[in-house]
C-alpha cells in the first residue's frame, strides 16, 4: 500500500514562491509516476504537473508552464512541485498521487494529464494566494 503525504503548503502574496513535497512510502518509489493536481473551491480537480517513473520527463497545464517545476528525488522518495510568481488563481488544495505501479511504465504524453492514471492519493496541502 502506497501512502503520500503532503506538507509544504501556506498563505503567500502575489508573486511569492513556495515549494512543496510530498513524502511516499510503500512499495518501490522509484517505479512510480508522480503526479500533482489541486482543487480549488467549487471546481474540479485539475492536473497541474507530472513527472515520469525515472524523473527525465516532465508535464505541466498551460496555466503554471514557465512558472511551477516539478522535480522527483528517488533517494529521498520526495516529489518536489517549486512554485514561483504565484497567482491568485493558484489558490487550491494541492494533491500529490502516484500510478503506484509495481513495474516502471511509461505512458504516452496525454495519460499524464489524466487523474484517473493515479491510484494513490495524498490528504492535500492549502495553497492561499493572496494581493
Known amino acids: 500500500q502506497v501512502q503520500l503525504a503532503e506538507s509544504g503548503g501556506g498563505s503567500v502574496q502575489t508573486g511569492d514562491s513556495l515549494r512543496l513535497s510530498c513524502a511516499a512510502s510503500?512499495?518501490?518509489?522509484?517505479?512510480?509516476?508522480m503526479g500533482w493536481f489541486r482543487q480549488a473551491p467549487g471546481k474540479e480537480r485539475e492536473f497541474v504537473a507530472a513527472?515520469?517513473?525515472?524523473?527525465?520527463?516532465?508535464y505541466y497545464a498551460d496555466s503554471v508552464k514557465g512558472r511551477f517545476i516539478i522535480s522527483k528525488d528517488n533517494a529521498k522518495n520526495t516529489v518536489y512541485l517549486q512554485m514561483n510568481s504565484l497567482k491568485a488563481e493558484d489558490t487550491a488544495v494541492y494533491y500529490c498521487?502516484?500510478?503506484?505501479?509495481?513495474?516502471?511504465?511509461?505512458?504516452?504524453?496525454?495519460?499524464?494529464?489524466?487523474?484517473?492514471?493515479?491510484?494513490?492519493w495524498g490528504q492535500g496541502t492549502q495553497v492561499t494566494v493572496s494581493s
Open positions: 513527472v515520469s517513473w525515472s524523473g527525465e520527463y516532465t
Open positions: 510503500g512499495g518501490t518509489f522509484s517505479n512510480y509516476v
Open positions: 498521487g502516484a500510478d503506484g505501479r509495481v513495474r516502471a511504465t511509461t505512458y504516452t504524453a496525454n495519460q499524464y494529464f489524466r487523474r484517473g492514471l493515479y491510484k494513490y
